[in-house]
């Protein structure tokens, strides 16, 4: 409904929050009870190279997920380094998708080798196992597939591919903390996983993220890697690195895990709210949750079709900031487009038209277990008002 009289400044003005909404704020464990763990750590002064809450975070996170090799890291990105150098891979080409974050196609490279973008599918804006298979060459190592914002990937055309061709595969799976597929979780496809416990992710330690594999030498090795190699005072058995996560973020993780599974139920709350919220907005498209999935709906991305919905996405984009709602484009630009990638002539250029339409219209909008209902309501009513004022 129009507003008689009032441009888009004006209301704009009357409608914007007076606090800032960001896009993602982190769940926080009670604070008497990590409390407690600290008291621990203070009487023992042990703060890491996998100490006691190490080990026990460890082994409760195992449970908990219901996977049977797991190992800590200081974060997602070097446990994602260690997931490829563990393949003993040398040189080569491995196949990985352009619609995620820059850590995904960054551990590539460090670890010497080139990543090859392959286009996404339209409804799961994961990589495409027909895309993939297109672009096996002699020279393919790995597939490394993203499960964005926790929707699986077609898991099983990757494991036909992967024994088709001899090829492992390894997922980014640093958005699935809780998901489940097929009554499987999520992170236990494919030869290993990674999972992010960044501040920003549905599960956090500040800092963190796990390694998730199948068989106990493989989780040996990781296990090595993580502490530069070395297996005991006198040996050292590779070129490891220092990705230990600190006994600070174990006891965090600890306190934190009694809280996923609520937390996951709020933002299932949010999400059915949301998508209530914008059912009829003309040219705001919400995403389903996933066929035979139990989803831990930890992002809310929206597309927006410009033609139908009246402004474009990076219209909707500035308008919601300027009511300090924080939204953020994941996954935009495309990892493809970032200049280091777009430029390296040694890269095998591949078309991506799906990842690069869907990269101009996707926009995550704010999604946390606290965010108050009543938020959600008026960030709604904002997208379905802006369109009154195309033009300015
Ligand atoms: N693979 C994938 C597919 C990933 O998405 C990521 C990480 C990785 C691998 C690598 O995992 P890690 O090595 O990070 O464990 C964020 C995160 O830094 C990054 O972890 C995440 N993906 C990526 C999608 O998003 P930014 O640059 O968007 O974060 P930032 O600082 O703008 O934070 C977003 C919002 O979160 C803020 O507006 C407010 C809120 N926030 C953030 C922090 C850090 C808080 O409320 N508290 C906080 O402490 O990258």
Known sequence: MRFAGMDLDGYIEKSRFKETIYVARPTMPSKEEYQGYLSSIWETLWLTNEAYWHQKF????????EVPELVLFCNGTIALLIALKILNIEEGEVITTPFTFSATPHVVCWNGLKPVFCDIQRDSYNLDPNCV?????PKTRAIFPVHVYGIPCDVEAFERLSKKYSIPVVYDAAHTFGCKYRGKPLCGYGDISVLSFHATK?????????????TAEQARTAYYMKNFGIADEETVVGVGINGKMTELSSAFGLALLPKVPEEINRRQNLYKLYCEQLKDCHGIQTVSVPKDCEWNYAYFPIEVDREVYGLSRDELFQRL???????????????????YYAERKDIPKLPTPVADEVAQRI??????????????IKICELIKTFPEWTNT
């Open 321 to 339: 900031r300027r009511c300090n709602v924080i939204v953020r484009k994941y996954f935009y630009p495309l990892c493809n487009r970032i200049p």
């Open 202 to 214: 549905l599960f956090t330690t500040a800092e963190g993220g796990a390694l998730v594999c199948h």
């Open 133 to 137: 298979e297109k672009a096996i060459t």
């Open 363 to 376: 926009l995550c909008l704010p999604m946390y277990g606290n965010l108050p209902y009543e938020y959600v």
């Open 58 to 65: 460890t082994e409760e996170l195992k449970k908990f997920l």
